[in-house]
């Protein structure tokens, strides 16, 4: 039962499709895949829909973004209720608003010499939430840079000159807003996050799991967050983050494997066991 849990489809920032997603996932050898789609659950059903037809079982997932003053926290959730009244409540108002930030952002880059047309970069996103990955995109349509990691180094990275902030969610609202939607709450990439202080106060509000194997983790910090796994209690999750080819992250479909031992662990944790 191989399995990526992180995969992100056109329904947020990915370049891929839900039914493109499960198809690429079959010929990668995974049985089992995650949809976590940012501040959103519109991918899930079309993807577990054609993974019932060709074998891959499609877990119901979603990433939700926080901020502290230093660093971004994202908070993963699996075996959600995508049709749960407050998660979908929630979500509407974080997709309102990461429009409302495309034009915040948009206006930064402007005042930079980069003349943006917001309505481009939401034409890009199309169904997706939109986000930095596909401001990232028109940047690089518009000639004025050379790569995605030129967009987010120069201009749009966390406190970077251009960055907007996302919608003030915390990160126990974001666990509360998974377990009140019957989901597992894991820690997303907490390397990437390089804020470890955090997480014990994660566990208090019912964080269940961390992301120890992930597309960029090396395997020195792989063996940290195992051992942070272990000292805390915590169920062990990974996954590539693959958004698709040539957008900036260019991780691989199925380069996280997890064994069936963790996937069972996790459906257990779903059950509550």
Known sequence: MPADLHIHT?????????????????KAGLTTIAITDHDG????????????????????GIELT???????????GYFIDRQNPKLLSATTKIREDRCKRVFKICEKLKKLGIDLDPKKVLSIS??????????ARAMLDAGYIKDFKEAFRGYIEFNGPAYVSHYKLSAKEAIDLIRDAGGVAVYGHPAVSNCDDVIPDLVAAGLAGIEAYYSTHRPAQTEHYLKLAEKYGLLVTGGSDYHGERVGKESRLGVIQLPDELIDKLKAGENGQ
Do not use: M
């Not at 990915?14 to 493109?20: A, H, S």
């Not at 926080?66 to 993963?76: N, Q, R, S």
């Open 126 to 135: 199309g169904e997706g939430a939109p986000g930095r990955p596909h401001v």
């Open 41 to 60: 659950v519109d991918g899930i059903l079309p993807a577990q829909k054609n993974g019932s037809e060709i074998g891959v079982e499609v877990i119901a």
């Open 66 to 76: 926080t901020e502290t003053t230093d660093t971004e926290i994202h908070i993963l």
């Open 10 to 26: 056109t329904f947020s920032d990915g370049t891929n499709t839900p039914e493109e997603i499960v198809k690429l996932a079959k």
